[in-house]
C-alpha cells in the first residue's frame, strides 16, 4: 500500500445547505492525487453560519437527506474516506452534532455524536454559547478501522477533555479528528497547545480542520487547520482562508515513537470508556 495522506478542509460556512455542499465541492477538486486519502472538513460545515436553531430545522434523520446523500456521493467520486465534519441529525426535540465518516465506495462507515457541549461565556462578539440548548450530547467513543490505521472521531470542544483522548488511544487510535468551529478568542489562545497536547499525550497524528473568519450569525472562528505528528510537530498548517492542507500518515514514525517512550504501557491510571448520561 502507498504511504496514505491526511487532509484538512479549511472553510467558512454560509447559512444554507446547498451553499456549503458547492464550496466543499469545489474545495474536494483541490485534492492530491494520492490514495488512499483521508479527508475532513470542520465542525457544522453545512450550515454553521445559520445558528443553532437553524440547524436544529435542518436536521435530517439518519441515513436520509441532501446533505448525506451528497457526502456519499462525493467520497465515491474523489476515491477518498470523507468526514463530513458535524451535520445536524434529528434527535428528538434537539439534534444530534454528528461526525459521518463515508468510504470510497460511498457506504457510511461511522458515526460520532459530539460528547462535550460548547456551554460558556467568551469574551467576543457572541459573548455566550449554549448547545446544550439545541444539541443533545453523544454517549459514545467511536473508532474505526480503516485498514492503514484505526481512527479516533472527535469534535472541537472534546478537546479540552483528555480522558476522551485517552480512551480513543486504549482503543487503538493511531489518528484523532477534531472537527472544529473553534472561536476566535479561545484558538488564539489554546487551539495551537491542545491540539499539539493531545497528540503528544496519546502519542497519535491528530487532523484538525477548523472554519475560520466571521459566519453570518456573527460568530467569528480561528483558522489555523493543522496536522500534528504524534511527536506533537505541526506537519502541515493553514492560518486563515479557505484551502486544503495535507500531510502523510507515516505509520513507521508512529511505531517508533511508541516504542522509544512506551507510556500506553506504562500508565498506571485506566480510564473508563463509560459515558455520563443526557444533559
Known amino acids: 500500500m502507498t504511504q496514505p495522506l491526511l487532509s484538512a478542509v479549511q472553510l467558512s460556512s454560509f447559512k444554507t445547505p446547498t451553499e ?9 477538486k483541490q485534492l492530491p492525487e494520492q490514495r488512499p486519502q483521508l479527508v475532513v472538513v470542520p465542525e457544522a460545515f453545512s450550515c454553521f453560519g445559520a445558528g443553532d436553531k437553524a440547524q436544529l430545522e435542518m436536521a435530517e434523520p439518519m441515513g436520509e437527506g441532501p446533505v448525506q446523500q451528497r457526502l456519499s456521493e462525493l467520497a465515491k467520486q474523489h476515491q477518498v474516506y470523507l468526514v463530513g465534519g458535524t451535520i445536524p441529525l434529528q434527535a428528538g426535540e434537539r ?30 462578539n457572541t459573548r455566550q454559547y449554549r448547545e446544550s440548548k439545541w444539541t443533545r450530547p453523544g454517549g459514545s467513543i467511536v ?22 483522548f485517552k480512551a ?12 472544529s468551529a473553534f472561536t476566535e478568542v479561545t484558538g488564539a489562545a489554546h487551539w495551537h497547545p491542545l491540539v ?32 500534528v505528528d504524534p511527536w506533537g510537530e505541526v506537519v502541515a498548517e493553514q492560518a486563515d482562508g479557505e484551502g486544503i ?24 491510571l485506566t480510564v473508563s470508556a463509560n459515558v455520563n448520561e443526557d444533559v
Open 245 to 268: 492542507v495535507s500531510a502523510y500518515f507515516d505509520k513507521e514514525k508512529l511505531a517508533h515513537i511508541r516504542a522509544q517512550m512506551p507510556v500506553a504501557e506504562q500508565t498506571r
Open 168 to 179: 480513543l488511544r486504549a482503543k487503538g487510535a493511531d489518528i484523532i479528528l477534531l472537527p
Open 20 to 28: 456549503n455542499l458547492a464550496l466543499l465541492e469545489r474545495l474536494l
Open 95 to 124: 439534534f444530534a452534532a454528528a461526525s459521518l465518516c463515508y468510504g470510497p465506495d460511498g457506504q457510511c462507515l461511522a458515526r460520532y455524536d459530539k460528547i462535550h457541549l460548547f456551554d460558556v461565556d467568551v469574551p467576543d
Open 143 to 164: 473508532t474505526i478501522d480503516l485498514g492503514f490505521a484505526v481512527v479516533g472521531m472527535a469534535v472541537c470542544y472534546d478537546l479540552r477533555f483528555p480522558e476522551l
Open 196 to 227: 499539539r497536547a493531545r497528540a503528544i499525550e496519546q502519542q497519535v497524528y491528530m487532523l484538525a480542520p477548523n472554519q475560520y473568519g466571521e459566519a453570518a450569525n456573527g460568530r467569528r472562528t480561528y483558522g489555523h487547520s493543522m496536522i
